[in-house]
C-alpha cells in the first residue's frame, strides 16, 4: 500500500561515486562540475555535504543510501580526532535521515585508500594496519547501529596479494578470519543486528584478491566457521571480473542461502577492469530479477548502485539521468522476471529436462538406494545408457526474447 517500484526494489545511492567522485582515472585528474563543494576535506564541509546528499536522493526519490567512513567524514590528526569527527557528521546524517525518512542500507570503513593500507588490512604484514583497520570498524559499527544501518559490508580493498614470493597466504588468510570473528563479537557485544555481507571481487586493485567470487567466499566461511554469520553482497563488474556471469554468482549465492545484496552496475563484455557503470541492459536485470525473486527477494538486503558517470558527462543532472536509467532498468527487468515466471514455460522445459532423470533410476540415486555396486548391475542388465535429446539453447533465447 502506498509503496512504489523504488520502495519495493529497495534502490540505494552510494556516497563515494555520488558525492564524492570526482572523475580522475590514472590517465587525468577529475571533472566534476559541483558548484556546491570545494571538495575541501574539512569537517564544515563534510557536513555541509551530508544535506546536499540527501536533497539529491530525495528528489530522486530512492529510499536508500550506503557509505564508508571516509567518504562521509574525512580522517583528522589522530584517530580520536577522526572519530569526533565521524560523530559530528553522523548527527548531520541522522537528523537528514529523520528529515527525509531515507534510510541507511548499510555502512562500510575504508580500509584500502590511505597509505597505511598499502599491504592491506586485515591481511596487512604489519599488525598496526590490522589493528587501525579494526579500530575503524569498532567505530563504523558503532555509527552503523546509531544511524539503524540494516547491513555492514566488507569489500576487501587490498586484502590480496600481489606476489606469492613474499607471501604467507594461510596466515593471511587466518588474519583475515580473525578480523571478521572480531567485527562479529563487537556487533553482538553492542547489539548490532544487521545482516554482515562480504563483497567478492577477483583482482584490482591487488593482483589476487583472497574474496574472490562467491564459491571461494563460501569455502573461506564454512573453513573458518563463520558461515552463519556473513551473507554475500555481489556486484556484476565484480562477476564478469571473475569470468562469470551475475546470474551464476546469484544463483551460487542463492542455492547456499547467502545471497545477501547486489551492487548494481553492468558487466560489459568488453571491459578489463571495474568501472562501474549504471546498468541499463533488460536482458541483465531480468536475469537478474529472475534469480533474486526465485531465491525469495534479497532480504535486509538491496539494490544499491555502486555506479559512476563517465568523467566525460559530469555535470550534476548527469547524476539524476544516469541513475533513473538505472531505476527504470530494473524496474523494467522486474516486470519481464515476474512474467516470466507467472506463465512457468522456463519452468516446464527445465522439469522436461530433467525428465528422464525422474522417472529413471535418478529417484532411487537422490533417495540414496543405490552404490557402485548397484549402479553397475543396474547398467549390466540394461547395456548402455540412452541419449537424452532436450533443452536446447538457442530455442530458449528465442523464447527469452518473447518476454523483452
Ligand atoms: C570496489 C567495490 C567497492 C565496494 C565498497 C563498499 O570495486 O565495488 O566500491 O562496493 O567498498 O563495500
Ligand atoms: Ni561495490
Ligand atoms: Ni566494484
Ligand atoms: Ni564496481
Not at 607471501?167 to 578480523?179: G, I, P, Q, V
Not at 555502486?306 to 527487468?333: C, N, Q, T, W
Request: glycine share 10%; with cysteine.
Amino acid at each position: 500500500e502506498g509503496k512504489t517500484m523504488r520502495d519495493h526494489m529497495r534502490f540505494s545511492v552510494v556516497y563515494w561515486h555520488t558525492f564524492r567522485g570526482s572523475g580522475a582515472d590514472p590517465f587525468g585528474p577529475g571533472t566534476a562540475v559541483r558548484p556546491w563543494d570545494d571538495g575541501s576535506n574539512s569537517q564544515e564541509n563534510a557536513v555541509k555535504r551530508v544535506s546536499v546528499a540527501f536533497e539529491f536522493i530525495e528528489k530522486l526519490g530512492a529510499p536508500y543510501y550506503a557509505f564508508h567512513d571516509r567518504d562521509v567524514s574525512p580522517e583528522g590528526a589522530s584517530l580520536s580526532e577522526t572519530n569526533k569527527i565521524f560523530d559530528a557528521v553522523a548527527a548531520a546524517l541522522k537528523a537528514e535521515q529523520e528529515r527525509t525518512g531515507i534510510k541507511l542500507l548499510w555502512g562500510t570503513a575504508n580500509l584500502f585508500s590511505h597509505p597505511r593500507f598499502m599491504h592491506g588490512a586485515a591481511t596487512s604484514c604489519n599488525a598496526d594496519a590490522f589493528a587501525f583497520g579494526a579500530s575503524q570498524v569498532k567505530k563504523c559499527l558503532e555509527v552503523t547501529k546509531e544511524l539503524g544501518g540494516e547491513n555492514y559490508v566488507f569489500w576487501g580493498g587490498r586484502e590480496g596479494y600481489q606476489n606469492l614470493l613474499n607471501t604467507d597466504m594461510k596466515r593471511e588468510l587466518d588474519h583475515l578470519a580473525k578480523f571478521f570473528h572480531l567485527a562479529v563479537d563487537y556487533a553482538k557485544e553492542i547489539g548490532f543486528t544487521g545482516q554482515f555481507l562480504i563483497e567478492p571481487k577477483p583482482k584490482e586493485p591487488t593482483k589476487h584478491q583472497y574474496d574472490f567470487d562467491s564459491a571461494n567466499c563460501l569455502a573461506f566461511l564454512k573453513s573458518y566457521d563463520l558461515d552463519k554469520h556473513f551473507k554475500l553482497n555481489l556486484e556484476t563488474n565484480h562477476a564478469t571480473l571473475a569470468s562469470h556471469t551475475m546470474q551464476h554468482e546469484l544463483e551460487y549465492a542463492g542455492m547456499n542461502g547467502i545471497l545477501g545484496s547486489i551492487d548494481a552496475n553492468t558487466g560489459d563484455l568488453l571491459l578489463g577492469w571495474d568501472t562501474d557503470q549504471f546498468p541499463t541492459n533488460y536482458y541483465l536485470t531480468a536475469e537478474v530479477m529472475l534469480s533474486i525473486l526465485k531465491y525469495g527477494g534479497l532480504g535486509s538486503g538491496g539494490v544499491n548502485f555502486d555506479a559512476k558517470v563517465r568523467r566525460e558527462s559530469f555535470e550534476p543532472i548527469d547524476l539524476f539521468y544516469a541513475h533513473i536509467g538505472g531505476m527504470d532498468a530494473f524496474a523494467k527487468g522486474l516486470k519481464i522476471a515476474a512474467a516470466i515466471r507467472a506463465d512457468g514455460e522456463f519452468e516446464k522445459f527445465t522439469k522436461q529436462r530433467y525428465g528422464s532423470w525422474d522417472s529413471g533410476v535418478g529417484a532411487e540415486i537422490e533417495a540414496g538406494k543405490h552404490d557402485l555396486k548397484s549402479l553397475e548391475k543396474y547398467m549390466l542388465a540394461k547395456g548402455e545408457a540412452a541419449a537424452n535429446v532436450s533443452g536446447r539453447q538457442e530455442f530458449l533465447e528465442n523464447l527469452f526474447n518473447r518476454y523483452m
